[in-house]
């Protein structure tokens, strides 16, 4: 069996007009979004319904309440987990319990609680545990919920402190809660194999039998304990290892520890070697029920974590996850929350969900507007640097690296820095760019409120670049329903929340190179870009003769179109990188003294549209938004009387 569902209405973020409804799958289900989006809400949602194991007792408190916009607080919050997929022994287990849907028994675990005002102040909580899609069966006693327990990671940890020695400290509830240390608490048959009890009870006499530890408690008594005493209440103390104490106090004097790399001696070793000890530590203890579900709740498991020993821990989890899971093991359930790229990347994008604005999206095949094809090709493509998508609040996706490096600077001139509003680029290197932007895309129901701007190029030369493409057809060679097809294919998947700012001409340096009050600075980046030295004065004068050959190219009479295709002559024919043109040109825009009122009439609009529907509040079916874009949001071919 395994939870298939969990709904949470008026707990935390989640209001009771639109209550959480985040399905599951039997193995791996990995939550991603932004800070305070929910994640952490549904994690605590399971463990206040389900309890976990080796853990105390959790309760609700006035806090889990969800609060409106006039901060009236909620009377009432409802979890329920279902269970789908149980076997004829769990049926039978759980029988009483269980509800028939169309021939079907499902397993509904409802915790419904409720606050009412105390009359001396403060709150009264009541919480009841029933079964039922509504919590209206029978209560939910000890054996059943022994049974469902899950095991919880928890974030924020201290490796090295949970594993440490001391009272009630996480290993020795974890130790506790194992099967195996029940027959170790106990003295063993006389004549038979001892227990652990009997090793410590014996190591213990052992240890007060020491003629020095006799001593010492021997002159602790008589020197000082017995001049302490009352006559009818002596003082006698014991020096020993504390084993007749009970045996959970026995069980907090263990450790566990990495041995050093060589000589197996005990060293001070990393916290993310101390996090991984800890982590194995508490999988054992998911290990160690085999007659209970295997469900396991982490939270951030990338703390302390190298990227590589992030991609290792998620290639070991994905395998315990796995229906395959090796013989003898069951499949696990886990449910994790993350905000590592590493970890994102490395998962299949089929298991993960997106928490935005407290609502949860799935992004398996069924839910999004990807095609399996897509999926394919993201498994492979899908790396770290463009897994930042999953924890944004709003993405530029672009083609390459000039856009990547030249983005951020723009944003910056416009008095929108991209980092301020949780904006980030996710660069393809390619024209795919909807492959990218159609993981955010819904196929039914609300619109994810993450506005997407895709910045892909025209890719159609002017006339006037004849003679630098060759062959290649210009736009004067091509007629309107060739033009108007490029434009339909670069917007074919817009829609909500993904629009397209399609370069106004021909590439985003070419575009830029085209605005006048701009192209100076392009031909300063391209011509620096070209040089190889980095001495100052020779940076110097190659600035001040790309001016001089600009302003040349004025007085001699030439278009802003004929002065566009002689700057970006170099980039096209691979003269100049595009990249280090757009660090140049980065750096130049950043220096020059525009405002912000001046960089937005110098701009290309098209780039000043994009920024703006990434750093504005997003509204779900803004126009233009649409299947398909219309003929008439076509932009019009660019003309040299335009731009002349």
């Given amino acids: 069996?395994?939870?298939?569902?969990?709904?949470?209405?008026?707990?935390?973020?989640?209001?009771?007009?639109?209550?959480?409804?985040?399905k599951l799958t039997p193995g791996l289900n990995i939550l991603v979004g932004p800070n305070d989006a929910g994640k952490s809400a549904i994690i605590d949602a399971i463990r206040y319904t389900l309890w976990t194991r080796g853990d105390d007792y959790l309760r609700p408190d006035e806090?889990?309440?969800?609060?409106?916009?006039?901060?009236?607080?909620?009377?009432?919050?409802?979890?329920?987990?279902?269970?789908?997929?149980?076997?004829?022994?769990?049926?039978s287990r759980f029988l009483e319990w269980c509800t028939n849907e169309k021939g079907k028994l499902r397993l509904h675990i409802c915790i419904r609680s409720t606050r009412r005002l105390s009359p001396g102040g403060g709150s009264i909580i009541a919480t009841q545990h029933r079964a039922g899609k509504d919590g209206e069966g029978l209560p939910i006693d000890g054996e059943v919920r022994e049974y469902l327990k899950a095991t919880y990671?928890?974030?924020?940890?201290?490796?090295?402190?949970?594993?440490?020695?001391?009272?009630?400290?996480?290993?020795?509830?974890?130790?506790?809660?194992?099967?195996?240390?029940?027959?170790?608490s106990k003295p063993?048959?006389?004549?038979?194999?001892?227990?652990?009890?009997?090793?410590?009870?014996?190591?213990?006499?052992?240890v007060r039998d020491n003629t020095a530890v006799r001593g010492i408690a021997s002159n602790v008594n008589t020197d000082f304990l017995d001049k302490l005493s009352f006559a009818d209440d002596p003082l006698v103390a014991t020096l020993d290892l504390g084993a007749h104490g009970s045996f959970d106090q026995v069980l907090e004097r263990f450790e566990l520890y990495l041995n050093a790399k060589t000589g197996g001696g005990r060293v001070q070793r990393g916290l993310g070697y101390n996090n991984l000890l800890f982590m194995a530590a508490e999988l054992l203890l998911l290990q160690s029920h085999p007659d209970q579900v295997p469900f396991l709740l982490i939270e951030e498991p990338e703390a302390h974590l190298h990227p590589q020993h992030q991609t290792l821990f998620m290639e070991v989890l994905s395998a315990r996850a796995s229906a395959e899971s090796g013989e003898g093991q069951k499949q696990v359930q886990v449910v994790l929350t993350t905000h590592s790229p590493q970890l994102a990347a490395g998962a299949d994008l089929e298991t993960m969900t997106i928490m935005v604005g407290h609502q949860a999206f799935p992004l398996a095949a069924a839910y999004t507007r990807l095609d399996i094809s897509d999926y394919e090709f993201l498994r492979r493509f899908l790396d770290a640097t463009k897994a930042n998508l999953f924890f944004a609040r709003a993405l530029i996706v672009v083609e390459g690296d000039g856009e990547n490096l030249l983005l951020p600077a723009i944003a910056e001139k416009l008095g929108r820095p991209l980092s301020r509003h949780g904006v980030s680029i996710v660069n393809v290197g390619h024209r795919g760019l909807f492959r990218y932007s159609r993981i955010l895309q819904r196929k039914a129901g609300p619109a994810m409120g993450i506005p997407v701007a895709l910045i892909p190029d025209r890719?159609?030369?002017?006339?006037?670049?004849?003679?630098?493409?060759?062959?290649?057809?210009?736009?004067?060679?091509?007629?309107?329903?060739?033009?108007?097809?490029r434009m339909k294919t670069l917007r074919r998947d817009v829609g909500d929340p993904v629009d397209a700012f399609i370069a106004d001409c021909w590439t985003l340096e070419f575009d830029l190179a085209l605005q006048p009050l701009l192209a100076e600075s392009v031909y300063q980046a391209v011509l620096l870009a070209k040089s190889t030295s980095r001495r100052p004065e020779w940076r110097k004068r190659i600035v001040e003769t790309a001016s001089k050959e600009f302003q040349q190219?004025?007085?001699?009479?030439?278009?802003?179109?004929?002065?566009?295709?002689?700057?970006y002559d170099p980039v096209f024919n691979g003269n100049a990188s595009k990249a280090e043109v757009a660090e140049e040109l980065a750096a130049i825009i950043r220096a020059r003294p525009d405002t912000p009122a001046e960089m937005r009439d110098r701009l290309p609009p098209y780039l000043v549209r994009a920024v703006d529907f990434v750093t504005e509040p997003y509204e779900a079916g803004k126009p233009p938004f649409g299947d398909v874009a219309e003929e008439d949001d076509v932009p019009e071919p660019v003309s040299v009387a335009e731009t002349s």
């Fill in 153 to 184: 990671l928890k974030p924020l940890r201290d490796a090295e402190r949970e594993l440490r020695a001391g009272r009630r400290s996480r290993l020795s509830r974890i130790l506790g809660a194992m099967p195996q240390m029940g027959p170790e």
């Fill in 1 to 22: 069996m395994f939870i298939s569902e969990i709904f949470a209405q008026g707990f935390r973020c989640f209001e009771p007009a639109s209550p959480l409804q985040l």
């Fill in 63 to 91: 806090l889990d309440f969800y609060v409106d916009a006039a901060d009236v607080r909620a009377s009432e919050f409802t979890i329920t987990c279902t269970f789908d997929a149980l076997t004829p022994d769990e049926e």
């Fill in 459 to 485: 890719d159609i030369p002017p006339k006037e670049a004849k003679a630098l493409v060759g062959e290649r057809k210009t736009e004067d060679e091509l007629d309107a329903d060739a033009i108007t097809a």
């Fill in 188 to 206: 063993g048959a006389v004549g038979g194999k001892l227990t652990l009890l009997d090793t410590l009870k014996a190591a213990d006499k052992d």
């Fill in 553 to 567: 190219w004025k007085d001699d009479g030439l278009s802003d179109l004929e002065i566009a295709v002689k700057i």
